[in-house]
Each structure stands twice: as structure tokens, then as C-alpha cells.
């Protein structure tokens, strides 16, 4: 059960970050980086420390850097 839960965290990030490159128009005024945080911190109940280092650990750390 772990594993497919991480999988589907995974999976919902990576589709969230996809929607957000090909409707850029669409998802304007979503901060990916951000939403990404957000989603750790409700899904597996941990502050927001803890879920910067969960999406450093899934190189997503590009989507702070680059503003996306």
C-alpha cells in the first residue's frame, strides 16, 4: 500500500506539472512549487519543512528555481 501511495502522489504531481506546461494560459496563476507543498503537507500530514525536503528529494526543486 506504501508504495502505491507514493506512487499516486507521484503521479499526481507529475500530471499537475504536465497540465501546467501545456496550458500554460490555464494554469497562470498556479505556483507549482508551491501547489507541490501544499499537496505533501495534506497528503501525508507533515509542516512545511518536511515537505520542501520530500520535493527536493524528487528533484522537483526546478519548479521553485525557475519560478514555474
Known sequence: LRAAARSDQ????????????AY????????VGRWT???YQRLYGINEVQAAALRRA???DWTVDTGF
Open 10 to 21: 507521484a503521479v499526481m504531481v507529475s500530471l499537475h506539472a504536465d497540465h501546467a506546461i
Open 24 to 31: 500554460p494560459d490555464r494554469f497562470r496563476d498556479v505556483d
Open 58 to 60: 524528487q528533484w522537483l
Open 37 to 39: 507543498l501544499e499537496f
